[in-house]
């Protein structure tokens, strides 16, 4: 597994990648994403060496111009470093008592080698924020294809004050072959996996599935095996996509990004694009899908240009409750609220 691009004969993954990969995702699902990584890798190829006139390419490219040529772009730019701090409170049946108050960071979207402007200040966002460990719900790089040398450069300094567990998934924009890089970090990379986090004999579990919107690498069933019947589950899943599944397996919280939260929004926050399937009511915050809980975050970096409008990136802290809180346990307030924290 390494950091750059090999000629187009060698692309596909060696005998070693794919191995540890079947062993991660499984035959059908790893034979999948090496199948779509390639082909990724060669729309890349050819992009670079000609022009490219599908839609999303067209909007990579003249977006900035127009921003720029409408005499806002510096200020979208700067909107994309102000990164707000969102306290969102969950109260989840069935949580044990040793949870009440724990508290989850959740980052998204880092798009970290195209973001470098929020990189710089999400160190200095999160250092001194609350927390009992980190999720990061994929977009780690901003790339689609290529090297990803300089992405694992970027996150691990930007991830430096984080001195808690931390649990991650893969998006529609990362390469499996970025996993290796980012586990030696200290982030346990989950791919249709499960982790247990145990305190005072309880525990609660932590289900990550691959990328449900591009790769549709997502196998629930694999993520929640072992999983014991009402043990409460926070599912990490870059999209909403696999949202009606997660509800009816039992999943107590489902926590995502993918969106941005449209990034590009007009006045009140309504998205002119949301690069998803799936309903505007999950584009941004919290929603409900049954008894499940959700949370989509805006995420902290930016694609096809860095800018922001009417749409703050933000890092979001999740409390978790008990519906009947602890004896003796002082009480949490139930929020909703977004804080600025660095400089506007």
Same mark, same amino acid.
């Given at each position: 597994?390494?950091?750059?691009?090999?000629?187009?004969?060698?692309?596909?993954?060696?005998?070693?990648?794919?191995?540890?990969?079947?062993?991660?995702? !499984?035959?059908?699902?790893?034979?999948?994403?090496?199948?779509?990584?390639?082909?990724?890798?060669?729309?890349?190829?050819?992009?670079?060496?000609?022009?490219?006139?599908?839609?999303?390419?067209?909007? @990579?490219?003249?977006?900035?111009?127009?921003?720029?040529?409408? %005499?806002?772009?510096?200020?979208?730019?700067?909107?994309?470093?102000?990164?707000?701090?969102?306290?969102?409170?969950?109260?989840? $049946? /069935?949580?044990? @008592?040793?949870?009440?108050?724990? #508290?989850?960071?959740?980052?998204?979207?880092?798009?970290?080698?195209?973001?470098?402007?929020?990189?710089?200040?999400?160190?200095?966002?999160?250092?001194?924020?609350?927390? =009992?460990?980190?999720?990061?719900?994929?977009?780690?790089? !901003?790339? #689609?294809?290529?090297?990803?040398?300089?992405?694992?450069?970027?996150?691990?300094?930007?991830?430096?004050?984080?001195?808690?567990?931390?649990? /991650?998934?893969? /998006?529609?924009? =990362?390469?499996?072959?970025?996993?290796?890089?980012?586990?030696?970090?200290?982030?346990?990379?989950?791919?249709?996996?499960?982790?247990?986090?145990?305190?005072? %004999?309880?525990?609660?579990?932590?289900? !990550?599935?691959? =990328?449900?919107?591009?790769?549709?690498?997502?196998?629930?069933?694999?993520?929640?095996? /072992?999983?014991? @019947?009402?043990?409460?589950?926070?599912?990490?899943?870059?999209?909403?996509?696999?949202?009606?599944?997660?509800?009816? %397996?039992?999943?107590?919280?489902?926590?995502? %990004?993918? #969106?941005? !939260?449209?990034?590009?929004?007009?006045?009140?926050?309504?998205?002119?694009?949301?690069?998803?399937?799936?309903?505007?009511?999950?584009?941004?915050?919290?929603?409900?899908?049954?008894?499940?809980?959700?949370?989509?975050?805006?995420?902290?970096?930016?694609?096809?240009? @860095?800018?922001?409008?009417?749409?703050?990136?933000?890092?979001?802290?999740?409390?978790?409750?008990?519906?009947?809180? $602890?004896?003796? #346990?002082?009480?949490?307030? $139930?929020?909703?609220?977004?804080?600025?924290?660095?400089?506007?």
């Amino acid at each position: 597994m390494d950091g750059f691009v090999r000629s187009a004969p060698e692309r596909t993954l060696g005998l070693d990648e794919g191995a540890w990969l079947v062993s991660r995702l !499984g035959p059908e699902y790893a034979s999948r994403r090496a199948r779509l990584e390639l082909a990724g890798e060669a729309k890349g190829a050819r992009r670079e060496t000609k022009a490219d006139l599908s839609f999303w390419a067209l909007l @990579d490219k003249y977006i900035a111009g127009l921003l720029k040529a409408a %005499g806002i772009l510096d200020r979208g730019q700067a909107n994309a470093a102000r990164i707000q701090v969102t306290r969102n409170t969950v109260e989840i $049946p /069935g949580l044990p @008592d040793a949870f009440h108050g724990y #508290t989850l960071l959740h980052i998204t979207d880092l798009h970290a080698d195209i973001s470098l402007r929020a990189m710089r200040v999400l160190p200095d966002v999160i250092r001194t924020l609350p927390y =009992d460990a980190c999720v990061i719900t994929g977009d780690f790089r !901003g790339r #689609t294809y290529g090297p990803f040398a300089r992405t694992l450069d970027v996150v691990r300094d930007a991830i430096v004050p984080v001195t808690t567990p931390m649990f /991650g998934v893969l /998006g529609n924009h =990362d390469t499996a072959r970025i996993v290796p890089g980012l586990e030696a970090m200290g982030i346990r990379m989950l791919m249709n996996e499960n982790e247990p986090i145990e305190r005072d %004999g309880s525990r609660l579990w932590i289900a !990550g599935v691959d =990328d449900p919107h591009h790769y549709r690498t997502d196998d629930l069933g694999r993520a929640l095996t /072992g999983i014991p @019947d009402g043990e409460s589950t926070i599912l990490l899943a870059h999209s909403t996509d696999g949202l009606m599944a997660a509800a009816a %397996g039992g999943v107590s919280l489902m926590l995502s %990004g993918h #969106t941005h !939260g449209g990034q590009i929004c007009l006045p009140g926050s309504i998205p002119v694009l949301t690069s998803s399937r799936m309903p505007r009511r999950l584009a941004k915050g919290r929603w409900r899908q049954g008894a499940m809980h959700g949370y989509t975050a805006r995420g902290v970096g930016t694609s096809a240009v @860095d800018a922001r409008f009417n749409c703050p990136p933000e890092v979001v802290l999740h409390t978790l409750l008990c519906q009947s809180p $602890p004896r003796g #346990t002082p009480p949490v307030i $139930p929020v909703n609220a977004t804080v600025r924290v660095c400089p506007s």
